[in-house]
Each structure stands twice: as structure tokens, then as C-alpha cells.
């Protein structure tokens, strides 16, 4: 195969991936996510108090999720429910590609998204450094997506695994605030340094929050794809 074609291939594969992750109800959550993150950038506009990169990190997180949420979870059930789970699990190895595929223009999706959104909030209301801060957002977006994916493989049906993700999610905002400063903290911002901690020990934590974050997210992806090699769980 020439190398032209071969572009052309992955262009149009990528292209028909973007169609299925953008069908249904995706675009109701991405509505959700600008519509919330446009609420509270007016509310920063007529807030007295400066807007730093740490605000900016918490207004960012929400729709993140928000954005991630629809795709990762809906991944398989849209298939079953449009009877193509036959034809993708019938193809050797080809559901592996055609999964990672979608996992991965997801989360190129998301970076996208909350680069303009980060982007915005500095013509808006804020003049910080985007790119870090979505660099440091993709860490905790990452391991939910991750866990979505593989509880989506487990349970084989999206309301159940939406409600699971829903439940782990209001879990760590519960405990959010004894949690605040600790490693095991999905939602640590990298940017709310405590004022009684050397920054030497802040940096330390961050690095540690981190790499959970990034094992965990590799766990999850790994376990995803070994429970698709069931294919009678899933056909």
C-alpha cells in the first residue's frame, strides 16, 4: 500500500470514528460542558477576587469529565445497540484497534476542547499559561477514562456502568476536603499548594498523585482489552 493511500485510509478512519463518537447523545453532554463552563466564567467576570491558574484548573475539570463521560461509557452499548457488535468481534483482533481507536480520539478530543476552553478563560477573565494546566488536567481525565473503559467492559451495559462512574465520582468529592492534600486525591490540583507544607514535600506529592494516576490509567486500559477477548461476554 502506498503511502498516500495509507493516509487516506487512517484520515477516513478517523473521520468515521469522529461520526460515531459525536452521534447520540454526545453532543447533549458537550452542550453541557460549554453551557457550565460559560456559567461560571461570567460568575469569575463579576467576582472582586483575582482569578489565578488554580481557578482556572477547578473550572476546567468539570466539563472535562462532562466531555468524557458519553463516549467512553456509551463506547460499546451504542454498538450492541446497533447490532455491530457481531461484525466488530467477528473480525480477529479487530476490536482491540477499533476500541483503542475511539479511546484514543476521545482523549485527543477532550485535549482539544479544553485547550479552547483554557484559551477562552484567558481572553475572558485570567492571563495563565494554558498548556500546563491541561497537561496536569489530562492526569486525573485520563484514569477516569481509563476506569469508565474498563467497568464499560465489565458490566456490558452503559447505564450501570454510567451509574457506577457516578457514584466513584461523588465518593471523592465527598472526600474531597480531608482529601484535599493527599496523594490518593484524583481531583489534587497541582495548584493549590498548602501554605504549612515545603514546597519540597508539595512537589513530592504531586509527582506521587501523578504516577497512581497514570499506573491506574494503564491497569484500566490493559484490563479493558483483556475482557474484550471474551466474546462471548459481549455477543
Given at each position: 500500500?502506498?503511502?498516500?493511500?495509507?493516509?487516506?485510509?487512517?484520515?477516513r478512519?478517523?473521520?468515521?470514528?469522529?461520526?460515531?463518537?459525536?452521534?447520540?447523545?454526545?453532543?447533549?453532554?458537550?452542550?453541557?460542558?460549554?453551557?457550565?463552563?460559560?456559567?461560571?466564567?461570567?460568575?469569575?467576570?463579576?467576582?472582586?477576587?483575582?482569578?489565578?491558574?488554580?481557578?482556572?484548573?477547578?473550572?476546567?475539570?468539570?466539563?472535562?469529565?462532562?466531555?468524557?463521560?458519553?463516549?467512553?461509557i456509551?463506547?460499546?452499548?451504542?454498538?450492541?445497540?446497533?447490532?455491530?457488535?457481531?461484525?466488530?468481534?467477528?473480525?480477529?483482533?479487530y476490536?482491540?484497534?477499533?476500541?483503542?481507536?475511539?479511546f484514543?480520539?476521545?482523549?485527543?478530543?477532550m485535549?482539544?476542547?479544553?485547550?479552547?476552553?483554557g484559551?477562552?478563560?484567558?481572553?475572558?477573565?485570567?492571563?495563565?499559561?494554558?498548556?500546563?494546566?491541561?497537561?496536569?488536567?489530562?492526569?486525573?481525565?485520563?484514569?477516569?477514562?481509563?476506569?469508565?473503559?474498563?467497568?464499560s467492559?465489565?458490566?456490558?451495559n452503559?447505564?450501570?456502568?454510567a451509574?457506577?462512574?457516578?457514584?466513584?465520582?461523588?465518593?471523592?468529592?465527598?472526600?474531597?476536603?480531608?482529601?484535599?492534600?493527599?496523594?490518593?486525591?484524583?481531583?489534587?490540583?497541582?495548584?493549590?499548594?498548602p501554605s504549612?507544607?515545603s514546597?519540597?514535600?508539595?512537589?513530592?506529592v504531586?509527582r506521587?498523585?501523578?504516577?497512581?494516576?497514570?499506573?491506574?490509567?494503564?491497569?484500566?486500559?490493559?484490563?479493558?482489552?483483556?475482557?474484550?477477548?471474551?466474546?462471548?461476554?459481549?455477543v
Amino acid at each position: 500500500m502506498k503511502t498516500q493511500d495509507r493516509y487516506q485510509l487512517i484520515l477516513r478512519s478517523i473521520t468515521y470514528n469522529l461520526k460515531i463518537i459525536f452521534a447520540n447523545k454526545f453532543i447533549f453532554f458537550l452542550i453541557a460542558a460549554i453551557a457550565f463552563y460559560l456559567m461560571v466564567i461570567g460568575i469569575m467576570l463579576f467576582d472582586d477576587n483575582a482569578i489565578n491558574t488554580e481557578d482556572i484548573y477547578d473550572t476546567l475539570i468539570f466539563p472535562g469529565i462532562l466531555i468524557l463521560f458519553y463516549p467512553v461509557i456509551f463506547n460499546i452499548q451504542n454498538d450492541k445497540d446497533a447490532r455491530m457488535l457481531e461484525i466488530i468481534f467477528g473480525i480477529p483482533n479487530y476490536r482491540y484497534k477499533v476500541y483503542l481507536v475511539r479511546f484514543a480520539i476521545t482523549m485527543v478530543m477532550m485535549f482539544v476542547f479544553l485547550m479552547l476552553m483554557g484559551w477562552f478563560a484567558v481572553f475572558a477573565v485570567a492571563r495563565v499559561n494554558v498548556i500546563p494546566i491541561v497537561y496536569q488536567l489530562m492526569y486525573p481525565l485520563l484514569f477516569l477514562s481509563g476506569l469508565a473503559f474498563m467497568f464499560s467492559t465489565l458490566i456490558k451495559n452503559a447505564n450501570s456502568t454510567a451509574a457506577i462512574m457516578v457514584i466513584i465520582g461523588l465518593t471523592f468529592l465527598i472526600l474531597a476536603e480531608p482529601l484535599q492534600y493527599s496523594k490518593w486525591n484524583i481531583f489534587l490540583n497541582p495548584y493549590n499548594a498548602p501554605s504549612e507544607m515545603s514546597q519540597t514535600i508539595w512537589q513530592n506529592v504531586i509527582r506521587e498523585n501523578r504516577i497512581f494516576l497514570l499506573v491506574g490509567t494503564i491497569i484500566s486500559i490493559l484490563w479493558s482489552l483483556t475482557n474484550l477477548q471474551r466474546r462471548e461476554r459481549f455477543v
